[in-house]
């Protein structure tokens, strides 16, 4: 069974460009997870979707970031403009409750370096 | 907010030695997993922990679980190299997950 996959795993771009990552989570996920994870430390939450619906978005910075999960599978995030603090790991992740437990898996992530 | 603490957040251990790391949480949570991230890699969960007392172990991994006092500690014996890693540990709250500060571990030969 493939995991979760996610595209590009590297980019680089200027400052003031967009950008755009791409997610497949595991089939019959039905939540999907997006974070940003900064060198040093771990994953932070930007966004969760429950199938279609984005059920917290409290940490992304709406001014610049958007997602979207259409038929409530593949997702995109978008940046526009980019900025140089932006520059992280961008981890996508889907789950499954199995029995009442909830099991993540995460894809391998996309590296974004803003110059 | 939930905050979730690790600590260390750098260990340096010799092969063959024990140490523990430790993860502490401030809000009721019974649901505590350990992860494992290699360096440019991604996350690989290593222990799903789901009661008060819980206690899982793979190899030279072991975690436990202490939901009364917010703690999990994830023991590692006998280092070998190939442990060297960063491992994370995070709690959930209803469908989302928190995760510590993670601790660089680094075995040496």
């Known amino acids: 069974e493939a995991g979760v996959v996610q595209s590009p795993r590297y980019k680089i771009i200027e400052k003031k460009q967009p950008v755009a990552f791409w997610c497949n989570p595991i089939s019959g996920h039905n939540t999907l997870y997006w974070y940003r994870q900064n060198l040093g430390q771990g994953p932070e939450l930007l966004i969760r979707?429950?199938?279609?619906?984005?059920?917290?978005d409290s940490q992304l910075p709406k001014d610049r970031f958007s997602a979207e999960r259409l038929k409530g599978v593949d997702s995109t995030l978008k940046i526009q403009p980019a900025e140089l603090g932006d520059s992280a790991v961008y981890l996508c992740?889907?789950?499954?409750?199995?029995?009442?437990?909830?099991?993540?898996?995460f894809g391998p992530g996309t590296r974004l370096t803003v110059t | 907010e939930l905050k979730v603490e690790q600590n260390p957040l750098f260990l340096s251990m010799q092969e063959g030695k024990n140490y523990t790391i430790y993860c502490n949480y401030s809000t009721t949570s019974d649901r505590l997993y350990w992860y494992r991230q290699d360096p440019g890699k991604s996350l690989e969960s290593l222990f799903v922990l789901l009661s008060n007392g819980a206690v899982k172990q793979e190899g030279r991994l072991m975690a436990s679980l202490d939901t009364k006092a917010r703690l999990s500690t994830l023991h590692i014996t006998a280092a070998v190299h190939d442990l060297s890693a960063t491992y994370f540990c995070a709690v959930t709250f209803g469908n989302q997950f928190y995760f510590g500060t993670g601790t660089s571990l680094t075995v040496i030969p």
């Open positions: 992740a889907s789950s499954l409750a199995w029995r009442g437990v909830l099991e993540q898996y």
């Open positions: 979707y429950e199938n279609e619906e984005a059920v917290d």
